[in-house]
């Protein structure tokens, strides 16, 4: 099977990722062997298998709700690209 | 007296102990070791030069107080994509080039308890994703056994610093084979524990249900004592298993009597290289010699399935994990964009390497409406299979021997332009993340000059087997305590 280019088009905007033509390209072709690839796992029969969501079986782990130290304002938005006082910056999230 | 690069942890710190040297002079060696080779090694993304001397007279202050532990004053790299409070994380990456994290790994703090002097962060592949640090945003590593091959990925910054002298041990991490593989091309002992051993707690996330840290180290005990430093349980991670974490050395004696052995067949793979298969083939003999019952007819059927099955597991988590590289609170950012998505899209576009978006996509795709049941949820239930299959494994058996890889190191850019060529590296070593179980890569010999590793796999929180198993070989062979011609 061969992803088609408003396919890839599509992944790209689901990961929120801005790709070229040239990507478009590879990325389909790259992409469709390895999906081509995981057709063999079709030949397990998985009908009475539960899926493991991860190895040690832990459920359920809470912390309890309370006030503990925390990292400073400070220190959070050192790393902000862009800031204003102790706010990040960010573009226009909802439009009119 | 050795080469000071060229020795243990026990080694040295028996040194420390007894006053014949100082952790400054220690430290002093490994930054002049790293300021003669890592122009040709290229292992470190950032040198701590200053941050290791300050270290290094703390730690000479505590020996001298008689407050010395197995680990104190003895320099160290740590894989950059674990955090170190205020010193430069980038996961070899545009995307954390310049990223400062706020905050130590626990790894970190537990190291940083004990007295570490911590050298350097080394090179990875970008985010951990490869197989031969190629993929590193910033620059390739090299092999210190051959410069024009590839030291292992992801964690190959870590292998070759050590193989290489830099520093005495290194920590990696290890999602589908990234700490076992480099120790096999680098000639070195690499441990990925059980999962849930070791805290994730800062380590840059890559798939959360495949992910562990482990030591990389210049034989056995040392890895033991490392261990005995950086496992144990950790609030701050969920996936953290609450079990007492014994005492690693005492596992590292008895004898290999009576030891039931399995070698899965379907590990000596079609296309692994004839001296791998020979080399290995004649460690096992050697661990049989040992005292151990080995069955050299062992069978684990899922085993082809394991590559599958983890390039649909891992990509899908990594999707899920990258998706907090947005530009917004830190990391790199796109500045001309005209919209807020604009900006997202271009950052990501940008600040990802290839690599990293490619697995994003198909880690997308897998979990996406409409795929996710052919996919993701398909490759749960093979994923179950696998880990029963294990669990039967070792009703009858103690431990498992296979090779690490199936290559001895490949020349840099013999497999870049080939993703499924690449992926095919890890096929010995996938299946143990994918059951959350514990495996080593020790030394077994060479072929040409070139490392070849034994991989010793054990059921849950059986670190203990693999040490004993591993020590009995190291007391018998000398692979271990080779040193590159560098």
Known sequence: MKLSREEVLHIASLARIGVTE????????????????FQVLQKIDTAEVMPTAQPNALQNVTMSDEVRPSLSSQEVIANAPQREDDFFKVKIVLEE | MTNLNELTIHEVHDLLKSKQISSIELTKSSLQRIREIDS???????????????????????????????????????????????IRTTCSSKMLENFVPPYNATVVEKLNSAGIVMVGKSNMDEFAMGSSTENSAFFTTHNPWDLERVPGGSSGGSAAAVAAGEAVYALGSDTGGSIRQPASFCSLTGLKPTYGRVSRYGLVAFASSLDQIGPLTRDVI???????????????????????????????????????????KEYFVEG???????????????????????????????????????????????????????????????????????????????????????????????????????????????????????????????????????????????????????????????????????????????????????????????????????????????????????
């Open chain 2, 222 to 264: 040392d890895c033991a004592l490392v261990m005995n430093c950086i496992a144990g349980y950790d609030k701050c991670d969920s996936t953290s298993v609450n079990r007492a974490v014994p005492d690693y050395t005492q596992s590292l004696g008895p004898d290999l009597k009576g030891l039931r052995i399995g070698v899965p």
């Open chain 2, 272 to 486: 692994m290289q004839t001296e791998v298969k020979t080399a290995v083939e004649t460690a096992i003999k050697r661990v049989e010699e040992l005292g151990a019952i080995i069955d050299f007819d062992a069978s684990l059927p899922t085993t082809p399935y394991a590559l599958a099955v983890y390039y649909i597991i891992a990509p899908s988590e990594a999707s899920a994990n990258l998706a907090r590289y947005d530009g917004v609170k830190y990391g790199f950012s796109f500045k001309d964009a005209a919209s807020m998505w604009e900006a997202m899209e271009k950052t990501r576009q940008y600040g990802f390497g290839s690599e990293v978006k490619r697995r994003i996509m198909l880690g997308t795709y897998a979990l996406s409406a409409g795929y996710y049941d052919a996919y993701y949820l398909k490759s749960q239930k093979v994923r179950t299979l696998i880990r029963q299959e294990f669990d039967h494994a070792f009703q009858k058996y103690d431990a498992l021997l296979t090779p690490t890889s199936p290559t001895v190191p490949f020349v840099i850019g013999e497999k870049i332009d080939n993703p499924l060529q690449m992926y095919l590296s890890d096929i010995c070593t996938l299946s143990v993340n994918i059951a959350g179980i514990p495996a080593i890569s020790i030394p077994c010999g060479f072929s040409k000059g070139l490392p070849v590793g034994m991989q010793i796999i054990g059921k849950p929180f059986s670190e203990e087997t693999l040490f004993r198993v591993a020590y009995a070989y190291q007391q018998v062979t000398d692979w271990h305590l080779r040193i590159p011609p560098i």
């Open chain 1, 22 to 37: 040239d990507e478009v390209d590879r990325l389909s072709e790259q992409l469709s062997i390895m999906l081509d690839y």
């Open chain 2, 40 to 86: 040709k090694i290229r292992a470190l993304v950032t040198v701590t030069e200053e941050s290791a001397l300050q270290a290094a007279q703390e730690a000479d202050r505590l020996i001298a107080a008689g407050q010395i532990t197995p680990l104190t004053g003895i320099p160290a790299i740590i894989k950059d994509n674990m955090c170190t409070r205020r």
